[in-house]
């Protein structure tokens, strides 16, 4: 029984793709084509824009996807949120939509805003945010360089934002956050049914998850003598708990653990002068935790 993947098409592409291939699936794709085959034969792929994939997992058209948790808030359709990805970005941290307006605009609150434009592509959750707070504004839909509308064309934007960097260089001012949101791996109800489907899904978004926590991450391997343990351990911070292993001379110990990439810089002069000796920084393709 074969799996039907959606990978998002667009900004996230290639972070995806890249994402699949340390997981152990590459997927192959051609510039011309939105049809990918991966390295399993029973797991296909195909190109389709975030703003979308909620909508054919919802469907049934594929049996599971990522996307952006806005786009499945704002489809309003029915989905199995099997995994959070956070991936995209270096800092893997959520990205905002956020309602911003006019650095010297007068408006403080979303409440100011009764009566006013607000351009946006996240029009339902838009809608909502502002129904919640009883305030009446009306909602339109932008097709893309939603900055530069305020203040000519709206008088305020609701767009997604990691940094604030780009709003500010367009000189807007940010009033509050909208939604937070984060990469998730979403999944077909029916499909989610079927157990060998279900094992598949489930199998993806382990060795994705386990792809994810291997990044920025190294691992660490070395020799101790027994009587030095001690010292190499204080120097050594671990993911769970190093691992330890005698070594066929009594008197020497084996050390294995995980730390951050950007650790080992200092960390390795620092395990030398608590006395460790053959010290080997590796790769990781995943962490299973």
Request: glycine fraction near 6%; hydrophobic fraction near 45%; charged fraction near 25%.
């Amino acid at each position: 029984m074969k799996l039907h993947i959606g990978i998002p098409k667009g900004s996230l592409q290639e972070s995806t793709l890249q994402l699949f291939a340390r997981a152990g699936l590459p997927a192959y794709t051609n510039g011309r084509s939105y049809l990918a085959t991966t390295a399993d034969p029973e797991i296909d792929c195909m190109l389709i824009r975030a703003q979308e994939m909620a909508r054919y997992v919802e469907h049934g058209a594929i049996d599971c996807g990522l996307t952006g948790l806005d786009w499945v808030v704002e489809s309003g359709l029915e989905v199995v949120k099997v995994s959070d990805l956070i991936y995209a970005k270096r800092s893997r941290g959520k990205v905002r939509w956020v309602l911003a307006v006019p650095e010297d605009s007068p408006f403080r609150c979303a409440e100011d805003l009764s009566g006013r434009i607000i351009a946006t592509e996240l029009v339902n959750v838009t809608r909502n945010f502002f129904e919640q707070r009883n305030v009446e504004v009306r909602v339109e839909f932008s097709w893309g360089a939603t900055e530069v509308k305020a203040p000519l064309l709206a008088d305020a934007i609701v767009e997604v934002t990691e940094t604030g960097s780009s709003l500010r260089a367009n000189r807007l001012r940010i009033l509050e956050t909208v939604l937070e949101s984060n990469t998730q791996l979403i999944a077909n109800k029916i499909a989610y049914q079927y157990c060998e489907k279900r094992r598949k899904i489930e199998n993806l978004a382990l060795m994705l998850q386990g792809a994810m926590e291997a990044q920025d991450r190294v691992g660490l391997m070395l020799n101790v003598r027994r009587a030095d343990l001690h010292s190499v351990l204080a120097v050594l911070p671990a993911l769970q708990k190093p691992t330890i292993s005698p070594l066929s001379d009594a008197d020497w110990l084996a050390v294995n653990t995980v730390i951050d990439e950007s650790a080992a810089w200092s960390m390795i002069p620092r395990l030398k002068e608590a006395r460790a000796e053959g010290i080997v920084e590796y790769p990781l393709n995943k962490v299973v935790l």
